[in-house]
């Protein structure tokens, strides 16, 4: 997996310290500029995925160091501001820098926007595995599994399954899994759902004889769960 690089430019080293620990817990890579002249030319040699950008900067302000990153890279910027008022006059001028943050913060909370801005930029290819019980989905190669065995399952009979297994135990209408599944042939509406529900249900009974793992729950509609069998 390639980590994502952040660059933190900060003069206050604790801060900048706790934040680096604090990013490279969370998976990402972390690297230090503590002058906002020095952060424009990091930001050009290394291209890092994210810059977190404090205002008060020797060198050269962050206010700055931001139009200056503007002229050559969209990376995305979260501007860090010791004061609430700055605020109001950053988006006045339209800097260009994508989130903000007040000190004092929690560490916790950058790292959550940090996280928010690259997925809100970047968001993350499907490529996720959902598991419930035996029956597992790899949404990047949409192969759906039970107990390891692969199901063949048409586009539609996968979709349903990955929408079911994405909250297990609840239950989803029937319009609502209609709506959900794309591409969806609109003939028959209810009675197409039902229909796929049951090829669904044969193919995994296939592989789990005797369990039920999606329920009907009457006049709502369908929901998925698995109760180990002792
Ligand atoms: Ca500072």
Redesign the pocket.
């Known amino acids: 997996m390639m980590h994502k690089h952040i660059l933190i430019v900060?003069?206050?080293q604790k801060i900048a310290a706790l934040l680096k620990e604090y990013l490279e817990k969370a998976g990402y890579r972390a690297t230090i500029a503590g002058r906002g002249d020095q952060a424009v030319a990091q930001a050009r040699k290394s291209s890092p995925d994210l810059m977190l950008l404090?205002i008060?900067?020797p060198g050269m302000d962050g206010m700055a160091v931001c139009r200056e990153v503007r002229k050559f890279s969209d990376i995305p910027i979260i501007m860090i501001t010791a004061k609430v008022e700055e605020i109001d006059k950053l988006l006045g001028l339209e800097i260009g820098a994508d989130d903000y943050i007040c000190k004092p913060f929690s560490p916790r909370e950058v790292v959550a926007r940090v996280k928010a801005v690259l997925r809100r930029i970047n968001p993350e290819p499907a490529g996720k595995t959902l598991a419930i019980g035996p029956i597992t989905i790899d949404e990047a190669s949409h192969q759906a599994r039970v107990s390891g065995a692969a199901l063949d399952l048409t586009p539609n009979e996968f979709k349903l399954l990955q929408v079911l297994i994405s909250q297990p135990g609840r239950v989803f209408p029937r319009d609502e899994l209609l709506s959900r599944v794309q591409g969806y042939d609109c003939e028959g509406y209810d009675r197409t759902i039902d229909s796929h529900i049951k090829n669904l249900r044969k193919k995994i009974a296939a592989h789990l004889p005797g369990q039920e793992i999606i329920t009907t729950v009457y006049g709502l509609g369908y929901k998925l769960s698995y109760t180990p069998q002792k």
């Open positions: 900060e003069d206050e404090d008060m900067l």
